[in-house]
């Protein structure tokens, strides 16, 4: 038993085996992880454990504060600091002496917004002195976005069963060991592996609009093995194009970063994000130009969290604009190097089977260009793929496990909503259930605009259908007809048979656009099993599932 005293060293916080088998912790200003704190709470008693809830400072000021297993959800405030319920605890937490919390197994998960520099601090900073503090990190923290639902729910369900095996307070194995494991496997799991594009094909027809292409990738290094399910990161560089703006703008010179002196060129090529802006951008534009009204009215929006708004005003605008429009284009180029994001990676569905497709890593690719305001945009990814990696030139992958978006027990029925590129990862599922013989009934719902033009994959779906891999495949083309019908609308339509598959165990998931068609999805089967509490259900059972970007 461990006698810990708090703030003051008053009150002593006991720490022994009375205490319930894990106590969940909220910090929450407006209620979003006081919220995903009271989902978890409800999905973690089912099984017979006793489970506390309560906010930090509620905890804190409580007379029954023992502790066998700790879980932190938390959000962050005011650019980077605790909300006000958790600010007590943290301050306490910093104040114990090192060892204090030495083997209490915990998690932390952490909900924010990526639009600020300071994504999910709160949580980092309690998760890392809780380890400072010796308390075993028995699952890595997660941080999630605006969006955070989805990803919480989808990690807080093995967190929890990880938490509850864990030994309370003992400082050694096989908590600590737990803790070792972890580390292993995440460290396979950010190994880059080099790869080259083997073959390429355009899946959109001519007449479309829009560049879907299929890639087929082979990953040069020994050791490189994915599941259905898992996406890839794919490392690139800027468009050439690109960087020939910018160096019209800044000049063909050479700066100075880290102590060394090399080509402004190079570092805009390969190290730094110009597509995509981030808020650090205009927050250090507003320190560089204090006087300009312009980057103050945007890093305003910023200050009070008005996100939609900033989001309308950045679609479409890369950096170079945004240095443009914000009448910024006179900073000297090393500042502006110092306020940029390094150069970010693109992830992209693995649409192959790890069985049937050679060890190679296919992809589906919806090519990102348009125009506007007189210039012409490529995305750094796409268009990184479909003119420079297209030779055969190596670059580097990232393999992304998916936790919960894998294919169950060979013999259960799954159903796949996946429009657009979304289809990708189901490709994944029925090459790999067509190649190792699975039983289990497929149903696919796939959409587009036109099925002249952007039925992907058509004659490999036709061939697993007659195999009989592929059960039913339902089609949503949007402009084919006066009325726009989409893949919700067929959900809608074939409400009965979808209840019985979902009666006898079949699996939902669900991928691709997150803004439109994945709320619009959930609706549709919100309404047709029952009510927002059956899909909640379905996905506290990990039957309910989505790779939304
Ligand atoms: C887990 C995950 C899986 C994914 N899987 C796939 C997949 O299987 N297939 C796939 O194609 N993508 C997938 N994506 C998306 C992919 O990662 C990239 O975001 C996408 O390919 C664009 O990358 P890019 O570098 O070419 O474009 P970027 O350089 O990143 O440019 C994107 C930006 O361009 C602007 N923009 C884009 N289109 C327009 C337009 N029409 N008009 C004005 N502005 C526009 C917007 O500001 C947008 O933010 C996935 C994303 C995630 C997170
Ligand atoms: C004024 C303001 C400042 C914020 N600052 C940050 C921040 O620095 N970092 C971050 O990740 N999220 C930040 N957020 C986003 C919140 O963490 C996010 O909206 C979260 O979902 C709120 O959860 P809560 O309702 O539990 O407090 C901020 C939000 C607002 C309104």
């Known amino acids: 038993m461990s006698i810990i005293t708090d703030l003051h060293g008053e009150r002593p916080i006991v720490t022994d ?7 969940i912790l909220y910090g929450s200003q407006t209620g979003n992880a006081e919220y995903l704190a009271y989902q978890i709470h409800g999905a973690s008693e089912k099984n017979g454990d006793t489970v506390a809830l309560a906010s930090l400072e509620e905890w804190l000021h409580s007379d029954d504060r023992a502790l066998r297993r700790l879980l932190v959800v938390t959000s962050t405030h005011d650019n980077g600091h605790m909300p006000d319920n958790a600010a007590e605890f943290w301050e306490w937490i910093q104040s114990l002496e090192p060892g204090a919390l030495a083997g209490m197994p915990y998690a932390v998960l952490s909900i924010g ?6 994504f999910c601090k709160a949580g980092h900073d309690i998760d ?21 639902e989805f990803t919480a729910t989808k990690w807080a ?9 864990a030994d ?17 496997s995440t460290g396979d799991s950010d190994r880059r592996y080099l790869a080259r594009v083997s073959a390429s094909q355009n899946l959109s027809k001519p007449g479309s609009a829009k560049e879907v292409v299929h890639y087929e990738l082979t990953v040069d290094d020994g050791g490189f093995a994915y599941e259905p399910g898992d996406s890839i990161s794919v490392f690139v560089t800027n468009p050439p194009r690109l960087v020939e703006e910018w160096i019209a703008v800044f000049g063909d010179v050479d700066v100075t970063r880290q102590d060394a002196t090399r080509p402004l060129r190079e570092v805009l090529a390969a190290e730094v994000e110009l597509r995509l802006v981030h808020p650090g951008l205009i927050a250090g534009l507003a320190r560089l130009r204090p006087d300009n009204r312009a980057v103050a009215r945007l890093a305003q929006m910023l200050q009070t969290g008005d996100r939609d708004g900033l989001e309308e005003w950045l679609w479409g605008r890369d950096v170079l604009d945004v240095l443009t429009d914000l009448d910024c284009r006179d900073v000297p180029a090393e500042d502006v190097l110092d306020i940029l994001r390094p150069l970010q990676h693109r992830d992209y569905s693995i649409a192959s089977s790890p069985v049937g497709d050679d060890g190679r890593v296919h992809l589906t690719v919806n090519g990102v260009r348009y125009d506007a305001g007189g210039r012409s945009y490529a995305g750094a990814a796409t268009s990184f793929l479909r003119e420079r990696a297209v030779d055969g030139s190596p670059f580097e992958v990232r393999r992304v ?3 919960e978006f894998r294919l169950p027990a060979a013999d259960v029925p ?24 699975a039983g289990g009934r497929n149903w696919l719902f796939f959409g587009d605009q036109h099925r002249a033009y952007d039925f992907l994959y058509e004659d490999e779906f036709a061939d697993l259908s007659r195999r009989g891999t592929l059960t039913h495949l339902d089609l949503a083309f949007s402009r084919d007809q006066a009325d726009k019908h989409y893949v919700q609308d067929e959900i809608r339509r074939s409400a009965d048979e979808l209840r019985d598959w979902v009666a006898q165990g079949g699996y939902i998931y669900v991928c691709g656009d997150k803004v439109h068609m994945a709320p619009d999805v959930d609706r549709a089967f919100a309404d047709i099993l029952g009510g927002d509490a059956a899909v909640d259900e379905l996905k506290v059972q990990g039957r309910y599932v989505k790779d939304v970007y």
């Open 17 to 23: 085996m009375d205490a319930p088998d894990l106590t």
């Open 113 to 118: 917004d990526s639009m600020y520099d300071d």
């Open 128 to 148: 890392g002195r809780l380890h400072e503090l010796g308390a075993v990190r028995v699952v890595e923290g997660v941080d999630c976005d605006i969006d955070f």
């Open 157 to 165: 369900k093995p967190a929890v069963a990880d938490l509850l095996a």
């Open 168 to 184: 309370p307070w003992t400082a050694d194995a096989p908590t600590a060991g737990v803790e070792a494991g972890m580390a292993e």
């Open 401 to 403: 496990p998916a936790h």
């Open 414 to 437: 799954v159903i796949m909503v996946g429009p657009g590129v979304g289809v990708a990862p189901f490709r994944a599922f029925l090459r790999h259930r067509d190649a190792v013989g």
